[in-house]
């Protein structure tokens, strides 16, 4: 049979309740009766000290012979009576009664002689015969033994109790330790652990690997649980995957649009240049044809160079890998670009000299390019800091170019890795460096981000791994 969690739960705290409630009624119970017990001990002792106070005007009588005494006596004896007869009305139950029945024979005997022997002194008579008085003294004598005995037996019977009643309640804890542990190894099995599934594969999902949850077989909420997230998972894989395909498009349609105006440029300012030596090409004037020629000359320029960084951004995407000391890397590509950094702008090297790594050699592009903004954000100069550090526990390394220029405004932050984008006047920059930049950085399986304040430069930060699993392919 299948019980969902709820069930479980709900039948687990009526056991729990039954159980505490059972304990709790015992324990009344047992409170109850040793109170009760408590009294006719506290009564017996009263009976006991009223039957020591008749014996003790008893044993003046037979001294002095004072009637008296025999009177106090009496007197005691009937307070006695009183009290035994309470005990048994009001705790006839509860006392070790039986005792107490034959207490009162001996009572009313005992009560009797005295009484007759306040007779036999008010009707004159000066001597008492001494068998009389032998038998005075031997009722009383039992009448206190028995008393005291049944004093003890009425403490000794409460003793007994106490120490059982403890061991009781004792006993009553352990099937609630059980049931504590049951519950606990419950909620470990039934719950923790599908619980524990369903995070591993949640976590799984952030990190973008759509992965069905193993399957759930325990007929409650978490088989259900499990199998409306996997469909949800089955859905969110359909849809990213949609979305990968019209992001494609979509960086693709920004790139036609970009080539196509980018190289529009140089080629109407080329065919205009030309139209006109056409028509003037049998007249005079070869100073300004020159001029129209290397005019030309320099569109065509930016028309190849505008190819050139097509070319590169789609480069055969084989890596070509060598282990290298990173810290070389950057000082060949800062040989490369020396002679363009004015004299206005310092450059920083902060790279321990022991990170290795099997990197393509494309990496230099990166840092030349990152170098070559930085330059160009610097216009009254500045300070570039290229610094590296191990990332251990991703097996990797981090390094950052860092510049103290103009900065980068928010709104266009988003942008700087999209081909095309530039903020740089036409001729100065094709706006495909960070995308070039970016897509090295992918195929190294590593990551490029940028944090910026306008005014306060910016700090490109690029994660690369130690080893490439195997040759990526784009
Ligand atoms: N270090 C930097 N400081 C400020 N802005 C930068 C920096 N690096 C890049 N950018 C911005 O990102 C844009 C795109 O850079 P990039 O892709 O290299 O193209 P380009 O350098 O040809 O403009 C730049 O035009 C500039 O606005
Ligand atoms: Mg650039």
Redesign the pocket.
């Known amino acids: 049979m299948k019980i969902s969690i709820r069930g479980k739960i709900s039948l687990a705290f009526m056991i729990f309740i039954s159980l505490s409630a059972l304990i709790w009624a015992r324990s009344y119970y047992s409170q109850y009766i040793l109170n009760q017990k408590i009294q006719i001990i506290e009564r017996k002792y009263d009976l006991f000290n009223a039957i020591l106070e008749a014996r003790r005007y008893e044993k003046n009588y037979f001294l002095s012979f004072d009637r008296k005494n025999i009177a106090e006596a009496l007197n005691y004896v009937r307070q006695a009576e009183d009290i035994l007869r309470n005990i048994l009305k009001e705790y006839g139950k509860y006392t070790l009664a039986k005792n107490l029945d034959q207490s009162i024979t001996e009572l009313v005997t005992y009560k009797e002689s005295l009484t007759n022997l306040l007779n036999f002194q008010e009707e004159g008579h000066l001597m008492v015969p001494p068998n009389i008085i032998e038998l005075i003294r031997k009722q009383g004598r039992i009448l206190t033994n028995k008393l005291e005995k049944i004093v003890k037996k009425e403490s000794d019977f409460t003793r007994d109790l106490i120490g059982k009643s403890q061991t009781i309640h004792l006993l009553a804890l352990i099937p609630v330790f059980i049931l504590s542990v049951l519950v606990a190894l419950f909620l470990v099995f039934s719950v923790n652990r599908p619980l524990k599934t369903i995070e591993n594969a949640i976590t799984k999902i952030a990190s973008g690997d759509f992965e069905n949850i193993p399957e759930i077989k325990t007929g409650d909420e978490f088989e259900s649980l499990a199998y409306s997230l996997n469909n949800m998972i089955d859905e969110l894989s359909k849809r990213n995957k949609q979305l990968v395909q019209a992001q494609k498009l979509a960086s693709l349609g920004k790139l036609t649009s970009g080539v196509a105006h980018e190289l529009n440029n140089p080629l109407n300012n080329i065919s205009t240049s030309i139209q006109i030596l056409i028509e003037e090409i049998e007249e005079d004037g070869l100073e300004y044809k020159k001029e129209l020629l290397v005019g030309a000359e320099k569109e065509v320029e930016r028309g190849k160079e505008i190819v050139r960084s097509l070319l590169e951004f789609a480069r055969e995407r084989t890596l070509t890998l060598k282990q290298v000391y990173f810290l070389d890397l950057i000082n060949r590509a800062i040989k490369h670009v020396k002679p363009e950094i004015p004299d206005n702008i310092r450059l920083k090297v902060e790279v321990p000299d022991n990170i290795q790594a099997t990197i393509g050699l494309r990496i230099r592009s990166v840092i030349i390019?990152?170098i070559?903004?930085?330059v160009?954000?610097m216009k009254d100069g500045g300070e570039i800091t290229i610094r590296a550090y191990n990332e251990l526990d991703k097996d990797g390394f981090s390094f950052q170019v860092i510049?103290t220029?103009?900065?980068?405004p928010e709104k266009?932050i988003s942008k700087?890795?999209d081909p095309f984008?530039?903020?740089?006047e036409v001729g100065?920059?094709?706006?495909?460096?960070?995308?070039i930049?970016y897509g090295i950085m992918e195929q190294h399986g590593g990551s490029i981000s940028v944090s910026?304040e306008v005014g306060n430069?910016?700090t490109?930060t690029c994660f690369l791994p130690f080893h490439q699993p195997d040759q990526r392919d784009l």
């Open positions: 390019n990152l070559t903004n930085a160009h954000a510049d220029g103009e900065g980068i266009i700087v890795f984008f530039t903020t740089k100065k920059g094709s706006g495909m460096g960070l995308s930049v910026s430069g910016a490109f």
